[in-house]
């Protein structure tokens, strides 16, 4: 079955930087498209950014330039590359699978808390 293993959460002071990574199986990886959303405390669950099976990226509406999504088909992961991270990124990031970007099917990983705190 599909499962998406994330990692590399944690808890960092504002300005710092942290890199996460999401480990696919159970799927063929291409051509899926692969996606991280965030929920933040007391808010709607959001896009944070996806990438397409050919590397091509796209980022959410809060998007500002601090994160960086990509992905390694061959070993079948994606990362966000999260810098000069501010109190409001705090939340649990997720990765997600959808057949094709406009798929109605998604799936989820369990997620990765990110705390940024002083």
């Known amino acids: 079955q599909v499962q998406l293993v994330e990692s590399g959460g944690g808890l960092v002071q504002p300005g710092e930087s942290l890199r996460l990574s999401c480990e696919a199986s159970g799927f063929t990886f291409i051509p899926y498209y692969m996606a991280w959303h965030r929920q933040a405390p007391g808010k709607q669950r959001e896009k944070v950014a996806g990438?397409?099976?050919?590397?091509?990226?796209d980022y959410g509406d809060s998007w500002t330039g601090r994160f960086t999504i990509s992905r390694d088909n061959a070993k079948k992961t994606i990362t966000l590359e999260m810098n000069s991270l501010e109190f409001e990124d705090t939340g649990v990031y997720f990765c997600?699978?959808?057949?094709?970007?406009?798929?109605?099917?998604?799936?989820w990983g369990q997620g990765t808390q990110v705390t940024v705190s002083s």
């Open positions: 990438v397409t099976s050919g590397g091509t990226p």
């Open positions: 997600t699978a959808r057949p094709l970007k406009w798929s109605a099917q998604r799936y």
